[in-house]
C-alpha cells in the first residue's frame, strides 16, 4: 500500500495527492486532495499519531471511528477511508464546496424564517440520526456547518470534534469542550453531562442565531458570559414569531431534565411546517478494516508520505483549485468582497514572491503579531489577548502563474470579527503591491 510517488512537486499520501491547507487547529490539519485514480476530491484531516498515543486515546477514537463511518447521512459531511503513515493518521472525507454557514450568516445578518427552518431541519434529522448510533459532536455551531453546491447543510467532523472525550463509569462527559457561546450550562459546571442534551442545546443557540442574526449569550468578560447561560438569560427579539420562540425557549432551558428532547421537537407544530424526514439505512456491510489497520503498529498496511524536496517555490494551484475558491467559473471570486466575510481571504499580486512574503512580514509587525516564517507560508501570532485569545493567522503564497501570485490568509485561533478587522487593515497596508483589473482599478 506504500506510494511514494510524487508529481508536480506535491505531496502524495498512498492514492491521494495533497493539495494546500484548508483548516488548522492545535489538534489537526485539513487539506485538499485529490484521488489519483477516481479524479475525486476530497478533504484530509491529519492527525499527530505520536499524540494520540501518548494520551491514551487510540481506542477511544478507533470507535469513534469505526461507529462514524457507519454515519451516512446527506447532512453529515462523509467519512470515506482512514489510513495511517508511521507518523500520522489520515481521515479522507467528502469535500464540500459550499462554505460556512457562518459566512452565510455574517454576509446577510438574520435569514427569512422559511430559510432558518429549513436549515434547522437539516441540522435536527442529522443529529438525531448520529445521536442514535452513539456519536456526539460537543462543538456545534455555524462555522462548523457547511453548504454544499446546491445549499444544503452538512455538519463537519460529527464524531470528531469530541475525539480526546471519554465517558465515566456514570455514562457521563466530563470534559468542558466546545464554543463557550453555544456551549450548554451543565457542561460548565463539570458534573457530568449527556452528550445529547448538550448537543440539543447547541443547536438551540445555532436556531437563535439563524432567526436573529446574532448570539443569545454574549459578553466580552467570560464569567458574565458563563452566568448567563447557566441562569438561560436572554430575550427573543420581537419579530421572532410565536412559534419560533416558543420551540427556542424549550430547548434553550438551563435544566437538561426539563429541556425539550428531539422527539419533541418533532412533534413541535413550529418545527413541522414543511418538515420531511430523511432516512437513512443503517448500512450494516460498510468497512472498517482501514481503520483497525490505521491504528495497529504493523507496517505492512503503512502509507508513504512523500515530501516536497527542500528548495521548495511557492505551491502552483492547478486549474480545479482555482475554480474551488471561487463560485462557479466566476475567478473573480479569487479576490477579495468586502461584502462576504469568511474565515479566510485572499489577494493576488504581481509582486515577486519574496517580496511580497516580505512586504506582508514588515506589514504584520506594526499591527501587534509576531511573524514565524517557513517557505512561502507565514504564521501571524497577535501579542494582545482579544475576545477569544490570542488571533492567529496562517498565510500563504501560491503560484497561479508565472508573475502572478496568490495571498491566502486564514483564521486558525482567536475572534472570526477580530480577524475581519485585521484583515481590512493588512490589505489597505497592501494597496500598493495588490493586483487588480482594469474595471476594478477604474471602479467598475
Known amino acids: 500500500m506504500s ?22 487547529g492545535n489538534f489537526a490539519k485539513v487539506k485538499f486532495a485529490k484521488d489519483t485514480l477516481s479524479g475525486q476530491h476530497v478533504a484530509i484531516k491529519i492527525l499527530d499519531k505520536d499524540k494520540v498515543f501518548k494520551d491514551k486515546m487510540a481506542e477511544q477514537i478507533k470507535r469513534e471511528i469505526c461507529t462514524m463511518k457507519l454515519v451516512n447521512h446527506p447532512n453529515v459531511v462523509q ?4 489510513m495511517a503513515s508511521k507518523t500520522k493518521i489520515y481521515f479522507v472525507m467528502e469535500y464540500v464546496t459550499g462554505g460556512e454557514l457562518f459566512s452565510k450568516i455574517n454576509r446577510q445578518g438574520k435569514l427569512k424564517e422559511e430559510d432558518s427552518r429549513k436549515y434547522f431541519h437539516q441540522l435536527i434529522n442529522a443529529v438525531d440520526y448520529c445521536h442514535s448510533r452513539g456519536v456526539y459532536h460537543r462543538d456545534l455551531k455555524p ?3 457547511l453548504l454544499d453546491s446546491q445549499g444544503n447543510l452538512k455538519i463537519s467532523d460529527f464524531g470528531l470534534s469530541a475525539l480526546p472525550q471519554q465517558c465515566r463509569e456514570d455514562g457521563l462527559l466530563h470534559t468542558t469542550c466546545g464554543t463557550p457561546n453555544y456551549v450548554a450550562p451543565e457542561v460548565i459546571v463539570d458534573r457530568g453531562y449527556d452528550g445529547a442534551k448538550a448537543d440539543l442545546w447547541s443547536c438551540g443557540v445555532i436556531l437563535y442565531v439563524l432567526l436573529a442574526g446574532y448570539l443569545p449569550f454574549d459578553d466580552k468578560n467570560l464569567m458574565n458570559l458563563y452566568k448567563k447561560i447557566y441562569k438561560g438569560e436572554f430575550q427573543c427579539p420581537s419579530w421572532f414569531s410565536s412559534g419560533a420562540k416558543k420551540l427556542v425557549l424549550r430547548i434553550l432551558t438551563p435544566n437538561p431534565k426539563h429541556r425539550i428532547t428531539i422527539p419533541q421537537i418533532f412533534q413541535d407544530s413550529w418545527f413541522k411546517k414543511g418538515f420531511r ?34 528548495d521548495v517555490k511557492p505551491t502552483l494551484l492547478n486549474a480545479f483549485e482555482l475554480i474551488s475558491l471561487s463560485k462557479g467559473l466566476n475567478l473573480s471570486g479569487l479576490f477579495e468582497d468586502k461584502k ?4 479566510e481571504s485572499r489577494f493576488t499580486s504581481m509582486c515577486p514572491a519574496p517580496e511580497l512574503l516580505s512586504k506582508m512580514e514588515e506589514t504584520a509587525k506594526p499591527l501587534g503579531f509576531n511573524v514565524h516564517k517557513r517557505d512561502y507560508k507565514m504564521k501571524l501570532q497577535g501579542s494582545e489577548t482579544g475576545r477569544k485569545g490570542h488571533l492567529s493567522i496562517a498565510t500563504e503564497v501560491f503560484e497561479v502563474a508565472p508573475t502572478l501570485f496568490m495571498v491566502e490568509m486564514r483564521k486558525d485561533d482567536g ?3 477580530e480577524y475581519h478587522k485585521f484583515c481590512d487593515n493588512f490589505s489597505t497596508a497592501l494597496k500598493d503591491i495588490v493586483w487588480s483589473t482594469e474595471a476594478e482599478a477604474s471602479g467598475g
Not at 506510494?3 to 488548522?24: A, H, P
Not at 467519512?79 to 482512514?82: D, G, P
Open 3 to 24: 506510494d511514494k510517488s510524487v508529481s508536480n512537486g506535491r505531496t502524495r499520501v498512498g492514492k491521494y495527492e495533497l493539495g494546500r491547507v484548508i483548516g488548522e
Open 79 to 82: 467519512l470515506i477511508e482512514v
Open 143 to 145: 462555522e462548523n456547518l
Open 277 to 310: 424526514p430523511e432516512k437513512q439505512a443503517f448500512d450494516q456491510n460498510i468497512n472498517v478494516d482501514d481503520v483497525h489497520a490505521a491504528f495497529d503498529q504493523s507496517k505492512e498496511c503503512l502509507v508513504t508520505e512523500q515530501k516536497e524536496p527542500k
Open 340 to 343: 462576504e466575510p469568511k474565515r
Open 415 to 417: 475572534d472570526t470579527l
